[in-house]
C-alpha cells in the first residue's frame, strides 16, 4: 500500500494544479488535503526517498539511530563565536515525511501566549484560537486509563484534543525507571504537576504525549499518516528523489512576477514542472528560504554575491532565525538500572529487546523520553533579578535595528516576575544524551536536558557567495541547491545573546538541584558532566521555591561550560517569517505601476510572507512550514508545523475558489 510513481514520464506528463516542493511534515499536509478536492491535482517533489520499513524510523525506542545517516541532510552551522568556535551539526530530515520522521516523538504545544504574540506582530488570525481547530484537527489521541494515569501520570482533557485525526498520539506503555520519581521530586521544589498542559498553558510538571500509533507502537508521522493511505489517489502525484532547484518565475506586463512551476534535477537530469495554479514552498527553515533565493527572491547583495538575478528585493528572507539551545547534564546512576543506551552496545541485550517488541510491542524498544517541566524563570530566580535584566535591556534597543523593536518588547516582557510562561524545558530520561561526554564501560548514566524556550540570539541562513563555491568545486557562475547553505544560528551573540547565556547558565542549577533532590536522587551517583569539581565562585544563590531547598547556595561558574556544551535541539524557525501584508510606500509599492519589466520588486523588509502565506512580491507562491514563525515557541514544534500545514492548506483551497480556480 502507498507504493510511489517512479516514472518520471508520468510526473512531467501530469497537468497540475498545485505543486509542493517538499514532502515533509507540512508539505504531505498540504498536498494531503489538498488533493481531498478532486478538481485540484497537486504535485510533490521530495529529494528523499520512502522508508516505511526502517525500524531505526518505526520503532519509538531507537530514536536518534537515523540522525547522520543518508536519511539526514547533514547540514551544519558555521563556526560560532558563542561556543567558543564550535561548529553544530544540524539534523534535517531527507526522507518521505522530512524531519517527522527523525524527530524524538514529543507531542506538545506552546502556551496560548506563544501564538497570540503572533497576532501582536501583524499575523492576524494566528493567535491561539485561530491555530486550536487546526491542532485539532491533526491530531488522533489515544487516551489513558485511569490505572495508567494513576501510576504515569498521563493526564488529558478531550476538548483540547483531536479524536479523528491523521496523526497518532498516544502516551508510552513502558516509562523509564527514573519516571516513577520525578512528579514527586519536582512538587517538592513547589512545581505542580499539569493535568492539562495542552490547554494554553504547558507551565508545571507532565507526562509527554508522543506521535505513536498505540496499537503496533510504531511512529506516527506525515508519510504513514497523512499520505500513505491516500497515495492512490489518481489527483496526487508524488516523485521522490527529486531535488528542487528553484522556483520558476515569469514576470508580467504589470511588473509582478508570478510562480508558475519549479525546476528540478532526477537522476542527475533537469527538468521543469509547471502548475496552473499555485507553487508551494514548504522545504523546511533551512531550505526553503535557500529555494527562495535560489529563484531570485532575497536580499540583493547576497543574491548577487552568489550570482543569483535578483527578481524581488526583500532582506528578510533567510533571517530571523531562532532556535532552541539545549544542553546536557550528565549523571552516573545505579548500574543495575535498565536504560535504552545499553541496547546500543551490548548485541544480545538488543536482539532480546528486538524479540519482545516484536512479538508484544512492549519492552525499552516502546520506551521514550516522557519525564518534563516547563518553568519561568521565576520560578527560581529573584524578583528583582528578572525586573534588572529587563530595564537594563530595553534601551538602547538589543538588536539596534528598529523594526525588531515589537519583537524584543515582547520577549522583555516575559521577564516580568510575573509571567508565568514556560521560559526553560527540563527534561529528564535515563541514558547519555551528551556527545561531549563519553560512557565508559561498565557504568549508565542519565541526563537532564535543559532548553531555552524564548531565544534573544538570532541568525541567518543564506545561499553561498560564489567564491566560497569556487573553492570548493572550481569556478561557477552561480550558487545551485547542492551547495549546502550558510547556517549561522549566532548563538549567545550580541546583547540578547549575553541575556540567553545568563539564562541557560542559572537554568543549569536549578536542573541539577532537580537531580539531588529525593526521590529521584534515590538512583543517582554523582555528576559526570560537569565534573563535581567545577569552579566555583564566593557569591551566593537564594531560590525563590518553598520547604528544604530554601537555602543559599554556593553559585557554580557554568558559563564555560554551558559554552562548551551547548547544542541545538533541532527546533530552527522564523527564516520566511509572516508579517503583515501592507505594501512599501511610493515607488516600492507592489504593482503600482512604477515597475520596469525585467526590474526586481521591492517589497516589505520585516517579512517574508503574508499572514495567508503568500511571499511578498510573488503571485502564485506560498511557504508553508516552520520557517513561517516569527517568533519562537514554548514547544517542541512538530505539532505547531501540523497546524501550519493544516490551516495553510485550507488558506489555499479557499483562495482557489475566491478566484475562480485561478
Not at 531570485?296 to 524581488?312: D, Q, R, S, W, Y
Not at 501540523?642 to 479557499?654: L, P, R, S, T
Request: hydrophobic share 35%; proline share 6%; net charge negative.
Amino acid at each position: 500500500m502507498g507504493s510511489i510513481p517512479s516514472d518520471i514520464n508520468v510526473f512531467l506528463s501530469t497537468k497540475f494544479t498545485h505543486l509542493v516542493i517538499g514532502g515533509g511534515t507540512a508539505g504531505l499536509v498540504v498536498a494531503t488535503r489538498l488533493s481531498e478536492h478532486q478538481e485540484l491535482v497537486v504535485g510533490v517533489l521530495e529529494a528523499g526517498e520512502p522508508a516505511y520499513d526502517e525500524p531505526g524510523i518505526n520503532v519509538p525506542g531507537r530514536f536518534g539511530e537515523t540522525l547522520g545517516t543518508d536519511y539526514d541532510w547533514q547540514f551544519a552551522t558555521v563556526p560560532q563565536p558563542g561556543l567558543n568556535g564550535r561548529a553544530l551539526p544540524w539534523p534535517r530530515g531527507k526522507v518521505l515525511g522530512g524531519t517527522s520522521a527523525l524527530n524524538l516523538m514529543t507531542w506538545n504545544r506552546g502556551c496560548r501566549e506563544d501564538y497570540d504574540a503572533w497576532e501582536e506582530l501583524g499575523c492576524k488570525g494566528w493567535g491561539w484560537e485561530g491555530l486550536l481547530p487546526f491542532f485539532k484537527k491533526t491530531e488522533r489521541l489515544y487516551g489513558s486509563d485511569e490505572k495508567h494515569q494513576s501510576v504515569n501520570h498521563s493526564y488529558f482533557d478531550d476538548k483540547f484534543h483531536g479524536a479523528y485525526g491523521p496523526v497518532h498520539t498516544a502516551y508510552s506503555c513502558q516509562y523509564a525507571a527514573s519516571h516513577q520519581y520525578w512528579h514527586e521530586t519536582l512538587q517538592k521544589l513547589g512545581v505542580q504537576t499539569n493535568r492539562s498542559h495542552f490547554s494554553g498553558s504547558n507551565v508545571g510538571a507532565w507526562t509527554s504525549l508522543t506521535s505513536v500509533e498505540p496499537e503496533r507502537r510504531e511512529r506516527s508521522y506525515s508519510a504513514t499518516a497523512y499520505y500513505r493511505h491516500n497515495a492512490g489517489r489518481k489527483n496526487l502525484v508524488v516523485l521522490t528523489g527529486a531535488t528542487a532547484d528553484s522556483v520558476l518565475l515569469d514576470q508580467g506586463d504589470d511588473g509582478v512576477w508570478v510562480a508558475k512551476g519549479a525546476r528540478f534535477s532526477y537522476q542527475g537530469e533537469s527538468h521543469e514542472v509547471r502548475v496552473q495554479g499555485e507553487v508551494i514552498v514548504s522545504a523546511g527553515s533551512v531550505q526553503s528560504p535557500q529555494l527562495l533565493e535560489l529563484s531570485g527572491i532575497g536580499n540583493p547583495e547576497i543574491l548577487k554575491a552568489a550570482g543569483v538575478e535578483v527578481k524581488v528585493d526583500n532582506p528578510a528572507v533567510g533571517e530571523n532565525l531562532q532556535d532552541h539551545m539545549m544542553t546536557c547534564m550528565i549523571y552516573e546512576i545505579d548500574p543495575s538500572i535498565p536504560t535504552v543506551e545499553e541496547l546500543r552496545t551490548d548485541p544480545t541485550l538488543a536482539a532480546a529487546a528486538d524479540k519482545e517488541y516484536e512479538s508484544s510491542r512492549s519492552g525499552l524498544r516502546t520506551a521514550i523520553h516522557s519525564s518534563v517541566a516547563y518553568l519561568p524563570f521565576s520560578h527560581y530566580l529573584p524578583q528583582e533579578h528578572l525586573s534588572a535584566i529587563a530595564s537594563s535591556s530595553s534601551s538602547p534597543n538589543i538588536t539596534n535595528k528598529p523594526k525588531d523593536d515589537k519583537r524584543t518588547s515582547l520577549l522583555l516582557s516575559r521577564f516580568n516576575p510575573h509571567t508565568n510562561l514556560g521560559q526553560i524545558e527540563y527534561n529528564f530520561d535515563l541514558s547519555n544524551y551528551s556527545p561531549f561526554y563519553p560512557s565508559q564501560p561498565g557504568k549508565k548514566y542519565a541526563t537532564m536536558l535543559q532548553m531555552l524556550q524564548y531565544p534573544f540570539s538570532k541568525g541567518s541562513i543564506h545561499i553561498l557567495p560564489i567564491h566560497t563555491t569556487t573553492q570548493i568545486e572550481g569556478a561557477r557562475k552561480r550558487a545551485t541547491v547542492q551547495d549546502k547553505p550558510i547556517i549561522n544560528p549566532k548563538y549567545y551573540e550580541g546583547k540578547g545573546g549575553q541575556i540567553d547565556l545568563e539564562m541557560m547558565t542559572k537554568a543549569q542549577r536549578f536542573g541539577d538541584t532537580v537531580v539531588r533532590t529525593e526521590p529521584l536522587a534515590s538512583i543517582i551517583a554523582h555528576r559526570v558532566c560537569p565534573p563535581e569539581d567545577i569552579t566555583s565562585k564566593d557569591t551566593t544563590f537564594e531560590g525563590p521555591w518553598e520547604g528544604d531547598q530554601q537555602q543559599q547556595q554556593q553559585e557554580i561558574d557554568l558559563t564555560t561550560w554551558v559554552r562548551d556544551n551547548t547544542i541545538t535541539d533541532w527546533h530552527p524557525v522564523g527564516t520566511c517569517a509572516m508579517g503583515g501584508s501592507e505594501p512599501m510606500s511610493g515607488s516600492e509599492v507592489r504593482g503600482s505601476g512604477n515597475k520596469v519589466r525585467g526590474s526586481a520588486s521591492k517589497v516589505r523588509m520585516d517579512s517574508v510572507v503574508d499572514p495567508r502565506l503568500r511571499v511578498h512580491g510573488v503571485k502564485g507562491l506560498r511557504v508553508v512550514d516552520a520557517s513561517v514563525m516569527p517568533l519562537q515557541i514554548s514547544a517542541h514544534l512538530q505539532a505547531t508545523v501540523y497546524a501550519i500545514g493544516e490551516k495553510g492548506a485550507g488558506m489555499i483551497w479557499e483562495d482557489w475558489g475566491d478566484n475562480g480556480g485561478v
